[in-house]
Nanobody, 118 residues
Framework: QVQLLESGGEPVQAGGSLNLSCVAS?????MAWFRQTPGKEREGVAS???????KYADSVEGRFTISRDSDENKAYLQMISLKPEDTAMYYC???????????????WGQGTQVTVSS
C-alpha cells in the first residue's frame, strides 16, 4: 500500500500564501488534497491526474493550484489569498484512476495543519 507524507502546514495571516507538499512512497495515477475541520466531513480541494488534468472545489478555484512531479511521486498545493475559512487539516490522498473523482480516493496521509488568522 502506498504511503503519503505531507508537509508545509503552518499558521498564516489572512491574505497570505502557503505551499503544501506531499511525497508518495510509490507511483500513483491520481493525487489530491482534501481538508477537514472538526465536526465536518472531509472535502476534496484539488485533484490531479498523471497527465496533469486538474479539478478544484469551487471554494478554492482561482486561489489554489495543484501540481505534481510524477518522476518524484510528489504533489504540491500552492495556496494564495488565504481566508480564515481555509483553516483545516489538509490531507494528501491517492487512489482511483482517470478521471480522478474526489469520491475515488481511498489512501490518506496523516495530514498537515493550516491555520489562517484574520
Amino acid at each position: 500500500q502506498v504511503q503519503l507524507l505531507e508537509s508545509g502546514g503552518e499558521p498564516v495571516q489572512a491574505g497570505g500564501s502557503l505551499n503544501l507538499s506531499c511525497v508518495a512512497s510509490k507511483f500513483v495515477v491520481c493525487m489530491a488534497w482534501f481538508r477537514q475541520t472538526p465536526g465536518k466531513e472531509r472535502e476534496g480541494v484539488a485533484s490531479i491526474y498523471i497527465r496533469g488534468d486538474t479539478k478544484y472545489a469551487d471554494s478554492v478555484e482561482g486561489r489554489f493550484t495543484i501540481s505534481r512531479d510524477s518522476d518524484e511521486n510528489k504533489a504540491y498545493l500552492q495556496m494564495i489569498s488565504l481566508k480564515p475559512e481555509d483553516t483545516a487539516m489538509y490531507y494528501c490522498a491517492a487512489g482511483g484512476s482517470w478521471p480522478c473523482h474526489f469520491r475515488d480516493y481511498n489512501i490518506w496521509g496523516q495530514g498537515t495543519q493550516v491555520t489562517v488568522s484574520s
